[in-house]
């Protein structure tokens, strides 16, 4: 029996621009992937600001991606001067 290995999709999105629902957008355009995403699949989503979480697809429309994040899975980069400020 062989196993199929499906690589795990990378989407860039804008936490800071929410859709209805609070869902975010994602677009095919600057995926990890080749391959589109199935309704329901988990994918890793990040934006410019170093914030990053899983989510479920929740709707495809052409290259755009409604997602749902999982907020329990959220990561955030702390800014460089919050390191400085705490040791002060």
Same mark, same amino acid.
């Given at each position: /029996?062989?196993?199929? !290995?499906?690589?795990?999709?990378?989407?860039?999105?804008?936490?800071?621009?929410?859709? %209805?629902?609070? +869902? #975010?957008?994602? *677009?095919?355009?600057?995926?990890? *992937?080749? +391959?589109? %995403?199935?309704? @329901?699949? /988990? #994918?890793? =989503?990040?934006?410019?600001? @170093?914030?990053?979480?899983?989510?479920? #697809?929740?709707?495809?429309?052409?290259?755009? #991606?409604?997602?749902?994040?999982?907020?329990? *899975?959220?990561?955030?980069?702390?800014?460089?001067?919050? !390191?400085?400020?705490? =040791?002060?």
């Amino acid at each position: /029996m062989t196993t199929q !290995f499906l690589d795990e999709i990378v989407l860039r999105v804008d936490f800071n621009n929410t859709a %209805p629902g609070g +869902r #975010v957008k994602g *677009s095919l355009r600057h995926s990890s *992937s080749a +391959r589109r %995403p199935g309704i @329901g699949e /988990m #994918v890793y =989503v990040h934006d410019d600001e @170093g914030n990053a979480c899983r989510a479920r #697809v929740d709707e495809l429309s052409g290259q755009i #991606v409604l997602l749902e994040p999982e907020w329990s *899975s959220w990561t955030s980069k702390a800014p460089a001067d919050a !390191f400085h400020l705490a =040791v002060a």
